[in-house]
């Protein structure tokens, strides 16, 4: 009886699981390199990953100097995009809803990093990074923000409406993207493309129905689909862990493996990235589930001051320890790459390039009241005509 009472107890007690890594400079330089032209290994921290029902990716991971510096002159573009939206709200040059995604730039780079240009991306509304990465340009991003003609949608869809080839857009309603990523992985299997969807969603949207259902799906179909939480703490101004019994996203897929990385880390984000699209494409294993452990450092939105459920140490303690763009600039200056005045040439360049596009950006017209009766259809497939509001009101494409 007293061994039974032991084993009792011992269930009840909570196992003891080590958590993810979440600092932005804990990857080691396994040897430093002779030849900066060539590739050189580094050592991911043993805790930039945690999996259920798959192994975790290896830790020695090769790049150059060359993809470091260019991952550094995205983010800190990326960032700087962000911010000069920030302002522009500010000043009430963009109205409406506003995004933005400061903080959490290792998501969207190592992304782009670890995929082809064929793959295909779709998120939520925190979607600005992704649209620049995948083809479209700062001022395209801007410009529709701004509600110009020279914007990416050409003004008339605003933030979430944000498209490329290849980036299915921002979308507005909590989860929605999810299954309509899964549709995105089903004409990529049935029309046999060597190609994975990457379906973004947050931690707020993880309890939607419509994301198990779309779950459910590409398992049952074995779908080239990997969906993507971008864990960042608060959905809206609700922690994980006031939303969430189980705050383990990456092991909520049921009977689809999944992987939690340091989101933070723009080398494990890429290289998580890459053990994805293998899982999915050329191992052909079906959907798998990626959790990014991020943090956003503003508000939900423009309108939400982002401290009145979390505190301002909070914020600055993420800020000051583990930032993902300083943590990269650590192992580039650590490492030998490139020097402090290097650094701060590209951070310069990041500025300009941004400060151009925002001035392009607000110097393009509003779009005209008749452009109301355009792109109404996938180009090449339009009617010769729109009806308008009455039956005699017509408008010619």
């Known amino acids: 009886m007293a061994s039974l009472t032991r084993l009792r107890a011992s269930r009840r007690l909570p196992q003891l699981v080590r958590g993810i890594q979440t600092s932005a400079d804990t990857t080691q330089l396994q040897e430093t390199p002779s030849d900066l032209s060539q590739p050189f290994t580094v ?14 990716p290896e830790l020695d991971v090769q790049v150059t100097k060359d993809q470091l510096l260019g991952w550094y002159k995205q983010m800190q573009t990326m960032r700087r995009m962000e911010m000069a939206a920030d302002a522009l709200y500010k000043a009430k040059l963009i109205r409406g809803f506003c995004h ?17 240009p064929d793959d295909r991306v779709i998120t939520a509304y925190r979607c ?13 991003v801007i410009g529709e923000l701004l509600g110009r003609q020279v914007g990416m949608s050409h003004g008339k869809g ?40 990457f379906a ?105 001051p982002g401290t009145t459920y979390r505190t301002r140490e909070e914020v600055q303690r993420m800020r000051s320890t583990q930032d993902p763009i300083r943590g990269l600039q650590r192992y580039i200056e650590e490492w030998g790459l490139a020097s402090e005045q290097e650094l701060k040439q590209l951070d310069k360049d990041a500025k300009a390039e941004v400060d151009a596009a925002v001035e392009e950006a607000k110097a393009s017209p509003e779009p005209l009241v008749k452009d109301l009766w355009t792109d109404i259809y996938y180009k090449g497939t339009a009617p010769p005509y729109m009806r308008g509001r009455e039956r005699e009101e017509v408008h010619h494409y």
Not at 45 to 56: I, L, P, T, V
Not at 128 to 140: D, M, N, S
Not at 162 to 191: H, L, R
Request: proline share 3%; net charge neutral.
């Open 128 to 140: 600005h990074p992704f649209a620049v990465l995948r083809g479209g340009t700062i001022k395209g």
């Open 100 to 116: 933005l995604a400061i903080g959490q730039e290792a998501v969207s780079v190592g992304l782009e990093a670890g995929i082809t």
């Open 43 to 56: 050592k991911l921290h043993e805790d930039s990953f945690r999996a259920y029902q798959c192994d975790k």
């Open 200 to 304: 973004l969603y947050g931690d707020g949207a993880s309890n939607q129905g419509q994301v198990f259902e779309a779950y459910n799906m590409a398992k049952l179909w074995n779908l080239p689909c990997v969906f993507v939480c971008e864990n960042n703490k608060y959905g809206m101004g609700t922690s994980a862990e006031r939303s969430s019994s189980n705050t383990e996203y990456f092991t909520r897929g049921d009977k689809i493996p999944g992987l939690q990385v340091n989101g933070m880390d723009i080398i494990a984000a890429k290289h998580a990235v890459e053990y994805a699209r293998r899982w999915t494409v050329d191992d052909k294993k079906g959907p798998l589930l990626l959790e990014f452990v991020t943090y956003r450092y503003g508000g939900h939105s423009m309108s939400d």
């Open 158 to 197: 605003g933030s979430m409406h944000i498209f490329t080839p290849s980036f299915f857009g921002g979308n507005g309603i909590v989860g929605a993207q999810v299954p309509v990523g899964a549709g995105i992985a089903f004409a990529q299997k049935y029309m046999e493309k060597e190609t994975a969807t």
